[in-house]
């Protein structure tokens, strides 16, 4: 039952807040399990459990890569019904953050520390592993490389965005790059200043001077195949239900709108024509993206390009290879990620996220 | 012979019978509750006085890591229903087993794009809604084999109404979840107001709540296998009894299992009590740890470290005496609670939390870890010390919360609670617009 107001509002024009602290030591990786969201999908499709990490400095901050959902685009095509440009360099990408913000970004509807929805949903598991086993912290090492020579903005609310040394810009969070990390884990910077989470860590590694992560990095093409097909059922599945990534939004405002397009059913080069839902198309694009850095497009026959040809690998770093998790083996140095060796420390908080109080 | 000799030789003789039940104590069988990582040898000696680092064993040690997996079977794919209203739900359960039984512990699923064992998947009107939709079972280390998921037929009718079931994980709490119902009206005539939900956990326990949140606590749940599914229900009843259903799935990982399959390692799950650290009047915080683990041989503590965090600092870590905690072994399904820990943060004001590692070996030569912090609470904002609210619409809740719960101080998890219960609507935000945030000084980084 509520309390009846004792205290004085009408007064008081000034509010603070004093953060939630956590018990993440610096240097150390945090590990989170999403039950939702694609690129949750991606990675479970792989067999893989968890699906974000992040690295906390020891100074009140962490630094991940994540995105905001991405919108509807501002005028309707049938080509291309989700926002490309946000599909294509997710924003904020890698950023820092401080503990209130990653409270709200774990427990509570919140998104990036810069505000919005994220991508994950449906926090489940959360715990940290430290980055000293050889007793050398190379953790620490990998942490303040990233708080002191990573280029830095800030953009409000307590967060800073960083980039690539040499980059165009603050690092965006880049779907393909469950695809191909193309080599950030020995320093190159990869198209669209992209990273994502765990291959930000394994970046820290190297460009610490830790070494490479190589650990297990390839996956086979029957991973790749389904990957794809569960992350388009599941975008779908979010659109068509007005849940999760997609938030509704397109089927409540384009779902009445039919495009017309030629199906796979063809007969002496004729196709016949279908007409696939705008959820449908939203997955094609969100599929095409993952799959071939192609975020503009919902043409099918680019993601099942990748689906269908037998040859296609991925080559990428995910959250359980930094944890030394499954078959990923564990280590104290590369070319195992050097916080991998540890089991998984529970995670505690000082207070049920920030203190508010106003004068 | 003095009493310094004495005590010598009764030291020197405790270390060697402690040297030699180290050697010794691989020698043991295991019907650990996980599948041993074994055919590997017994976990490598833990040395007391080594420092943290290294006291694992290596991964190419452990079988569950490298030794060949062979991807599992799919037995059936059963389907609740054959024919459902476009929206409604049909719940898909996978039957698979593994090429060596062995392996059976780490089966888990993917049905379309939801992970799980029993999957709720729902009807659609739209005839491609399925096309690439695949049941896909995966054994251990991930190796995978996949089925189309078996077609149902989707009628054209649609429920008025649909109760939507979503969760969140709870802090410092191993695996409480706080589960939601929401109705969702699809053109109904008149809408549905619920006035009492029943719950079901899908663990055999079933609740009932007058509002549309409820809190469960799976902490407890079997931990012999990988993952652990659930599929978990609520029903809406409106005053005049009529009801509307939602069910959801749950899967969750099972870390003890995980950790000691993967790495060799038992894991401690502990419960802090109480659940936030609370300062008395003295600014000490008190707390005590409730410990168990999944294994089925009893656990001895041996070690006790502990290492101070301070903002910006250098951590610093200690050794101490495994009697601080008053536990010293912890039976095969049994809970210790330790003795009060009581910090003084008034001595150390900026160590924001003591981070207490425990270590430890089974009875069968496992070694055993776990952690838990006993934190500083957040001091409250004043005018001199805080961060600013600069955003009108969190100042409005904030306000309101204050006057809602009549707290001097709130927290995010006060005003999400009161925005799920539906209380913060119609918030009286600050016309002015907000303004302009000051960068902050950009802390230091604490040097390695």
């Known amino acids: ?124 598991e959360f715990f940290y592993q430290r980055g000293n086993g050889d007793s050398q912290n190379r953790g620490q090492q990998a942490a303040n490389w990233l708080w002191n020579s990573a280029p830095w903005w800030y953009i409000g609310n307590g967060t800073y965005r ?57 996956y086979p093409h029957s991973v790749v195949s389904n990957a794809l097909n569960a992350l388009h059922q599941r975008v779908y599945d979010d659109c068509e239900s007005g849940l999760g990534f997609w938030d509704g939004v397109l089927a409540d405002t384009f779902g009445a709108i039919s495009c017309a397009r030629a199906s796979t059913i063809c007969v002496f080069g004729v196709c016949a024509p279908e007409f696939p839902s705008v959820c449908t198309l939203a997955a094609d694009q969100v599929s095409n993206c993952f799959s071939t850095g192609i975020c503009n497009s919902s043409d099918y026959h680019t993601w099942y390009s990748v689906r269908d040809n037998g040859s296609t690998t991925a080559t990428s770093i995910s959250p359980d290879n930094i944890g030394g998790w499954a078959n990923h083996g564990w280590g104290t140095v590369a070319p195992y990620p050097v916080w991998s060796w540890d089991v998984a420390n529970d995670v505690y908080w000082s207070s049920p996220g920030n203190v508010y109080g106003c004068w | 012979m003095t009493r310094r000799h004495r005590l010598k030789i009764v030291v020197a003789a405790g270390a060697a019978l402690v040297l030699a039940w180290w050697l010794h104590r691989g020698s043991g069988g295991s019907t650990a509750a996980a599948p041993a990582p074994g055919g590997a040898p017994r976990a490598a000696a833990v040395t007391p006085e080594a420092s943290a ?88 280390n991930g190796v995978s084999t996949t089925v189309p ?22 802090p410092n709490r191993p695996s409480e979840l706080e589960l939601t119902a929401a109705v969702v009206a699809h053109g109904a ?67 003890a299992f995980e950790t000691f399959a993967y790495k060799g390692v038992v894991k401690l799950v502990g419960e802090l009590e109480p659940r936030f650290p609370q300062a008395d009047a003295d600014g000490a915080v008190t707390e005590r740890i409730r410990l168990w683990h999944f294994h089925d041989r009893p656990v001895q503590i041996r070690r006790l470290q502990r290492t101070k965090l301070v903002v910006g600092g250098r951590s610093t870590v200690e050794e101490v005496s495994p009697g601080t905690l008053g536990i010293g072994q912890i039976g095969a399904g049994q809970t210790a609670e330790s003795q009060p820990i009581r910090i003084d943060f008034r001595q150390e004001p900026d160590v924001y939390s003591v981070e207490y590692y425990v270590e430890g070996v089974t ?22 010390h805080h961060d600013p609210v600069v955003d009108p619409v969190l ?15 709130v927290t995010d998890e006060d005003i999400w609670r009161l925005e799920r219960e539906g209380l913060m609507t119609n918030l009286k935000v600050d016309p002015a617009p907000p303004q302009p945030e000051a960068p902050p000084q950009r802390p230091a980084a604490p040097s390695p």
């Open chain 2, 189 to 255: 005539a008149r809408p549905f107001e619920p006035v009492r939900f029943v719950w079901t956990f899908g663990d055999g326990t079933r609740t009932e709540t007058s509002v549309p949140v409820e809190e469960h606590d799976y902490s407890r749940r079997p931990q012999r296998s990988l993952m652990s599914s659930f599929v978990v229900g609520c029903t809406a009843y409106a005053a005049s009894g009529e009801k509307v259903e939602g069910r959801t799935s749950l899967e969750l990982t099972n870390l």
């Open chain 2, 149 to 170: 998921l078996p077609r149902f037929t989707v009628k054209p009718c649609k429920a008025a109404h649909e109760l939507l079931v979503t969760y969140r994980m709870l």
């Open chain 2, 53 to 140: 680092p290294r006291r694992y064993r290596s991964s190419s040690e452990v079988r569950a890591v490298v030794a060949d997996a062979k991807a599992p079977v799919i037995d059936e794919v059963v389907l609740e229903k054959s024919e459902v209203c476009d929206g409604e739900e049909n719940l898909v359960t996978v039957k698979a087993h593994a090429p060596d039984p062995e392996d059976d512990p780490f089966l888990h699923y993917m049905v379309g794009g939801s992970t799980g064992q029993r999957v709720i998947v729902r009807g659609s009107s739209d005839p491609k809604a399925y096309d690439h939709a695949q049941v896909i079972a995966f054994g251990r």
């Open chain 2, 395 to 409: 100042k409005a809740k904030i306000l309101r919360a204050r006057e809602l719960l009549g707290k001097r101080y």
């Open chain 1, 1 to 124: 039952m509520l309390a009846a107001a004792r205290i004085p509002v009408h007064a008081e024009t000034y509010c603070g807040s004093s953060p939630a602290s956590v018990n993440i030591p610096g240097g150390a990786i945090a590990l989170q399990t999403s039950a939702g969201g694609p690129v949750a999908t991606v990675l479970k499709a792989a067999g893989e459990i968890r699906t974000h990490s992040m690295i906390a400095h020891g100074n009140g901050y962490v630094t991940h890569s994540t995105m905001r959902t991405p919108q509807q685009a501002s005028s309707f095509s049938c080509s291309a019904p989700v926002d490309a440009p946000a599909l294509q360099r997710g924003y904020p990408g890698m950023e820092q953050i401080n503990m209130g913000a990653l409270y709200a970004f774990t427990y509570g509807a919140s998104g990036p520390g810069a505000g919005g929805k994220g991508t994950d949903t449906g926090t489940l």
């Open chain 2, 363 to 384: 009875d069968d030569g496992w070694p055993v870890s776990g952690n838990f912090a006993v934190m500083q609470p957040p001091r409250p904002p004043t005018p001199d």
């Open chain 1, 162 to 218: 960083i980039g690539h040394p040499g980059g165009s810009g603050p690092a965006n969070y880049v779907l393909y790059q469950y695809r191909d990390m193309q080599r950030i884990n020995e320093g190159y910077i990869p198209s669209w200043d992209g990273s994502v989470c765990s291959t930000t860590l394994a970046w820290s590694q190297y460009m610490s001077g830790n070494g490479k992560v190589n650990n297990q990095n390839t």
